[in-house]
């Protein structure tokens, strides 16, 4: 069993929709989650980052985090066509230590 | 200029052949990483190092090697190329603390053929 497991999707939505994101993980160590977004022919980089359980919002995107459940979520409201990539949820054991990476979900937002 | 500049773009190389992929950043951080990306396995961890001194074995290092010139470069070599190394390689790099994220490069697509 991966220790992160994300659907890879692919997931169309139409402009305007709330998408969905989520991740499970199997090790209750973990306290840092964090989503990265990217985009086609780029390196991933970092879009929310969050500690331990609790909702964290950044304009249209809230992140969301249930330790009890090992589980993540992370949702994009009012989607553009300009959200569409490729997210990858990541999580780390403490603040100064490597991340692990889910597969990422490739998401198209249709005009 | 990028923060994280990664040399060659794009390779093709032949089984059993030797070849290293580069990295260089501006960012100024004392930890890089190599990963690798493949479909449906997302990014796996190849090395990594904290500082100049220090080289960690990430999860998949069979096959590969590193070096760490300096603070801002960080190649990876893979000794004798095959096939089931294709994929895209990202160098990254971090502070300490996670908050601000890691710093990818553009990455560099590989074939083995």
């Known amino acids: 069993q991966k220790e992160v497991e994300q659907d890879p999707g692919p997931l169309s939505v139409p402009e305007g929709a709330i998408v969905s994101l989520n991740c499970t993980y199997s090790?209750?160590?973990?306290?840092?989650f964090m989503w990265y977004r990217q985009y086609s022919r780029k390196g991933p980089e970092l879009l929310m980052y969050?500690?331990?359980?609790g909702n964290k919002e950044d304009g249209r995107f809230t992140a969301q985090v249930d330790k009890s459940s090992k589980y993540i979520s992370l949702f994009i409201r009012d989607s553009q066509p300009s959200d569409s990539a490729t997210y990858l949820c990541?999580?780390?054991?403490?603040?100064?230590?490597?991340?692990?990476f889910g597969a990422g979900t490739t998401v198209t937002v249709r005009a | 200029d990028a923060d994280v500049t990664q040399t060659p773009r794009n390779r093709i190389t032949k089984t059993g052949k030797r070849i290293m992929l580069e990295c260089s950043q501006t960012?100024?951080?004392?930890?890089m990483y190599w990963y690798r990306q493949d479909p449906g396995l997302g990014l796996r961890l190849i090395y990594y190092?904290?500082?100049?001194?220090?080289?960690n074995k990430g999860e998949i290092s069979d096959g590969y090697s590193v070096s760490r010139q300096a603070q801002a470069k960080f190649s990876l070599s893979l000794e004798s190329a095959i096939p089931n190394q294709t994929a895209l390689y990202f160098c990254?790099?971090?502070?300490?603390?996670?908050?601000?994220?890691?710093?990818f490069g553009s990455g560099t697509r590989l074939t083995v053929v």
């Open positions: 990254a790099t971090s502070d300490t603390g996670l908050g601000y994220g890691y710093t």
């Open positions: 090790n209750s160590a973990f306290q840092y």
């Open positions: 969050t500690y331990s359980s």
């Open positions: 990541a999580m780390s054991f403490s603040n100064d230590y490597k991340l692990s």
């Open positions: 960012k100024g951080h004392d930890r």
């Open positions: 190092s904290f500082d100049v001194k220090d080289i």
